[in-house]
């Protein structure tokens, strides 16, 4: 990803979801976890893209819900929603 300020850095990322209707992601839907996949990785590349360095290393709980909620709100066909379920070590 490259930041704001021209650094390029790699980031790895999670998304645990579920699917709540099964009917409607197969009807709409060629791959459900690939549609996932793509749109959590645009919207982890379009929000950190906006950042600085230094912010994303200093906001991460800030930008994580940032990302929840942008993953979140996209209108999805097959009706998933993302759950944010991780502990601090």
Known sequence: ILTRDS???QVDGVVYYRIYSAIS???NVNDVHQATFLLAQTTLRNVLGTQTLSQILSGREEIAHSIQVKIQSAKINFLISVVRDYQHQ
């Open 25 to 27: 992601a197969v009807a």
């Open 7 to 9: 650094v390029t850095t």
